[in-house]
C-alpha cells in the first residue's frame, strides 16, 4: 500500500471490473467508497447512488460518504479517484446519448477532482480507441498506445477523454490523471464461454482475440495509483494471451495475413501490446482463462 493513498473513491464500483476494483484495493488496506448508478448487489463498502452526468451530484458523491449512523454524510477527504463509471460499450444507447453520458461524466469527475484538490486519478479508457472493430486492419500488430484510431461514438468519447486529461494537467501540472484502455473486461465464469470462439476466428476478430481478466484489470488499476508519476498517460491492459488456443501467429496469417510484425511472437502472444504497462506500471496478469480450463479437465 502507498503510505500517501489511504482512502479512494471508485465510480462504478457495480460494474465488472469496478467489483473487482474494490476487492483489490481493500485486500491491500485501502479504504474505498463506491459511487454508482446501480445499487451494488453485494454491500462490500460505503456506497452512494448518483448521476455523473450531473456535476452538482458528481461534486457531492466525491466530497461526502454516508457514515452509515442514522443517515448522517460526513465530508471525506479523498486521495484518489477510480473513474469507471460509462455506459460500457458501443450501441448500448444511440450513439448520442453515449457521447454526451461518457465525456460529460468524466469532464465532471475531472472538474470535481480539481475543484476538490484531488490529484490521484485513474480512469478507464477503452481498446476501442484502437480501431476496433478493424474493418480496417490494424497497421501494425502487437498495436500499442502510439496508435489510435476511433470508429464509434463510444470511441471518440475515450479517446476525447484522454485528450481532456492532458489538458486538465497542462492546467494543473500536480495532477496525474491514468487513463487505462482496457480491453474486454471478464469475470472467471465468462470463460466457459470461450470454447464457442473456436469454431471460427473471424468471430472476436474484432479486439485481436484479447481479454483482460477483472482481477487484473484491478491490479492494474493499483499499480496506476500507486505508481509515483505526474501528468496524463494512457496504456493498453490486456492479459498477456488470446481468447484462442490457436497459435497467434496462426490466427494472424487467417485473418490478418498482410499486417506488419513489429517483434517476434509467442505461441499464444496478445497483439494488444502490454509491453508499457509492464515497463512503467509493473503490471504483469496473474489470471488467465486457461489455468480455469486446465482445473476443469
Known amino acids: 500500500m502507498n503510505n500517501r493513498i489511504k482512502k479512494v473513491v471508485v465510480t462504478g464500483g457495480s460494474g465488472k471490473a469496478g467489483r473487482a476494483c474494490l476487492q483489490d484495493l481493500m485486500a491491500h488496506g485501502y479504504e474505498v467508497f463506491n459511487v454508482d448508478n446501480v445499487v451494488p448487489a453485494n454491500d462490500v463498502c460505503p456506497f452512494i447512488v448518483a448521476d455523473l452526468s450531473n456535476f452538482g451530484q458528481t461534486l457531492d458523491a466525491l466530497s461526502s460518504v454516508d457514515t452509515g449512523i442514522y443517515g448522517k454524510t460526513a465530508l471525506q477527504a479523498f486521495d484518489a479517484i477510480v473513474h469507471l463509471a460509462a455506459i460500457p460499450a458501443p450501441r448500448r444507447f444511440t450513439d448520442p446519448v453515449t457521447f454526451s453520458n461518457n465525456m460529460l461524466s468524466t469532464y465532471n469527475v475531472f472538474e470535481a477532482s480539481r475543484r476538490l484538490g484531488i490529484k490521484n486519478i485513474v480512469w478507464a479508457s477503452s481498446e476501442t480507441v484502437l480501431g476496433l472493430p478493424f474493418e480496417t486492419p490494424p497497421p501494425y500488430v502487437p498495436i500499442d498506445e502510439e496508435y489510435a484510431c476511433p470508429e464509434s461514438a463510444y470511441s471518440l468519447s475515450k479517446l476525447l477523454g484522454e485528450e481532456m486529461a492532458k489538458q486538465f ?40 482475440w484479447g481479454y483482460i481478466d477483472a482481477r487484473d484489470a484491478a491490479q492494474a488499476i493499483r499499480r496506476a495509483l500507486e505508481v509515483p508519476l505526474k501528468g496524463a498517460d494512457v496504456f493498453v491492459i490486456a492479459n498477456s494471451d488470446t481468447v484462442m488456443s490457436r497459435p497467434t501467429p496462426e490466427l494472424l496469417a487467417e485473418v490478418f495475413p498482410n499486417v506488419p510484425l513489429k517483434k517476434q511472437l509467442g505461441p499464444h502472444e496478445t497483439l494488444l501490446s502490454i509491453e508499457k504497462a509492464r515497463r512503467v506500471l509493473g503490471y504483469e496478469p496473474q489470471h488467465s482463462w486457461r489455468e480455469s480450463a486446465r482445473r476443469s479437465q
Open 169 to 208: 494537467c497542462r492546467w494543473n501540472p500536480e495532477m496525474k490523471i491514468i487513463g487505462l484502455r482496457f480491453s474486454n473486461v471478464m469475470e472467471p465464469h465468462d470463460y466457459a464461454a470461450f470454447a464457442d470462439f473456436e469454431k471460427d476466428p473471424h468471430r472476436r476478430k474484432w479486439n485481436l
